[in-house]
């Protein structure tokens, strides 16, 4: 096996990632609004998906990848508002426990780990 070649340790599901970006922006004005909505739809640009109200999620292929998704959104953070970046590995996040109401969902579906290549 070559260095640059994936192998089984580099598909581990502890070296697969998660980033949830979750934020609460104020919107009270206008310009506020505009900022909150910008930071919207760069996160879905970069390839999040909404997970919930002001919760947004994407699967990286390793620590590498997250850390610059990481960079990237610290760059065009709004400048009121909270946001809070979280980080799972993806046997993690295949434990995290869904409601919806009062009834237990299944997991959702981690990506199929050959649509990386």
């Known amino acids: 096996m070559t260095m640059g070649s994936p192998g089984i340790g580099q598909l581990s599901g502890y070296r697969l990632m998660w980033i949830f970006v979750m934020f609460d922006l104020p919107v009270t004005t206008k310009s506020e609004a505009r900022a909150a909505t910008r930071f919207r739809e760069y996160l879905l640009d970069e390839g999040f998906e909404k997970s919930q109200f002001?919760?947004?999620?994407?699967?990286?292929?390793?620590k590498e990848q997250m850390e610059a998704y990481l960079r990237r959104i610290e760059a065009h953070l709004p400048d009121k508002g909270e946001v809070h970046i979280l980080s799972f590995t993806d046997?993690?996040?295949?434990?995290?426990?869904?409601?919806?109401?009062?009834?237990?969902?299944?997991?959702?579906?981690?990506?199929?780990?050959?649509?990386l290549f």
């Open 54 to 62: 002001s919760v947004y999620a994407r699967f990286c292929s390793g």
């Open 91 to 115: 046997r993690q996040y295949e434990n995290i426990i869904r409601f919806a109401g009062q009834s237990r969902r299944q997991p959702r579906k981690n990506p199929d780990q050959l649509a």
